[in-house]
Nanobody, 124 residues
Framework: QVQLVESGGGLVQAGGSLRLSCAAS????????MGWFRQAPGKEREFVAT????????YYTDSVKGRFTISRDNAKNTVYLQMSDLKPEDTAVYYC?????????????????WGQGTQVTVSS
């Protein structure tokens, strides 16, 4: 059973930065694409960013382009989401997820394994 554990969330003022981490265990990590999603209160879970197995390919939702950066360290079985210039509308629970394939994807159904999430709150 694949386990994904997110960390790094918290409360930050608008314009600030946070780095989320997602540590994977119990399963091969470096063969599969990873992604970050988020879910705000009363809204559906939405795609944020994805990265291929080797880190070469990445893709972001338009609202975070230029502000968020996804990366991975396969030696540490960890994927990161560096978030800068945070806005109140970024407030959400952030989830990392793993695909069963090596290429990137941006829909929820493309991901087989999910973490429990970490709360990010951006105050204005």
């Amino acid at each position: 059973q694949v386990q994904l554990v997110e960390s790094g969330g918290g409360l930050v003022q608008a314009g600030g930065s946070l780095r989320l981490s997602c540590a994977a265990s119990r399963g091969t990590f470096d063969t599969y694409a990873m992604g970050w999603f988020r879910q705000a209160p009363g809204k559906e879970r939405e795609f944020v960013a994805t990265i291929s197995w080797n880190g070469v390919s990445t893709y972001y939702t338009d609202s975070v382009k230029g502000r968020f950066t996804i990366s991975r360290d396969n030696a540490k079985n960890t994927v990161y989401l560096q978030m800068s210039d945070l806005k109140p509308e970024d407030t959400a629970v952030y989830y990392c997820a793993r695909r069963r394939y090596s290429n990137i994807a941006s829909t929820r159904d493309d991901y087989a394994y999910w973490g429990q999430g970490t709360q990010v709150t951006v105050s204005s």
